[in-house]
């Protein structure tokens, strides 16, 4: 079965920093893989996907990831953050050919920006 | 994306009651997920919903504890059964994406109490 890793539970950054949030998932031949934000008291965001293509994908509020095969990471990185990004963000994979559509959920990483 | 709703947003319960979650879509859409996201924790998927067959359940989680109907395309319930203190959570539903199948878009969550 595939297993998603964040490595940080926790990531404290100060406003205007640059921000990566690390995401590890267990190897499969074709995987999809997204990042979610989930703001306090709220439901899941969807930020950014990778189903294929560029390793390179853009997301929504300046957010971009990379999918690296050969390390199997799909870290989610920002260039300059801001007070409402605080949030936690979830990393997630599914496995097409075995699973379907079936998200499987890394722990999730809580950003607290500061000012 | 599509647009999802639940109801209720929140609700505090006695253990041994059950309590019914709904989850509206605006479009019509194939698979309906329902999952649960316990205090300070990762989000757990419970079971896949199809319109006009029954769903699929997984590990650890049984029907008679969490019934699910699906009368159409638009429209799930989920019911949390003979409740007890470690069922307080965040039930969230998501949705296939139309035309997107490999995305899921996520409602905001009803947040359930149970004393």
């Known amino acids: 079965a595939q297993s998603v890793t964040q490595l940080d539970s926790q990531v404290p950054v100060f406003e205007e920093a640059p921000v990566e949030l690390r995401c590890n998932y267990s190897?499969?031949?074709?995987?999809?893989l997204f990042w979610y934000v989930q703001y306090p008291n709220q439901g899941l965001q969807l930020l950014l996907k990778y189903l294929s293509g560029s390793t390179l994908v853009k997301g929504i509020n300046g957010f971009e990831a990379e999918f690296n095969k050969s390390q199997t990471s799909f870290h989610l990185r920002k260039p300059s953050v801001h007070i409402s990004d605080t949030a936690e963000y979830f990393c997630a994979v599914s496995d097409p050919m075995e699973y379907g559509n079936k998200l499987v959920f890394g722990a999730g990483t809580i950003l607290r920006v500061k000012s | 994306s599509a647009v999802i709703s639940q109801k209720p947003s929140r609700d505090i319960c006695q253990r041994g009651t059950s309590l019914t979650i709904q989850c509206q879509v605006d479009?019509?859409?194939?698979?309906m997920f329902w999952y649960r996201q316990q205090p300070g924790q990762s989000l757990t998927l419970i079971a896949t919903?199809?319109?006009?067959?029954?769903?699929?359940?997984e590990s650890g989680f049984v029907i008679d504890k969490f019934p699910i109907s699906r009368p159409n395309l638009t429209f799930s319930t989920l019911t949390v059964s003979n409740m007890s203190p470690e069922d307080s959570s965040i039930y969230l539903c998501s949705v296939d994406a139309v035309g997107n199948g490999e995305t899921q878009y996520f409602g905001p969550g009803t947040r359930l109490l149970v004393l």
């Open positions: 919903a199809n319109q006009g067959s029954e769903a699929t359940y």
């Open positions: 479009s019509q859409v194939t698979m």
């Open positions: 190897s499969s031949v074709s995987v999809y």
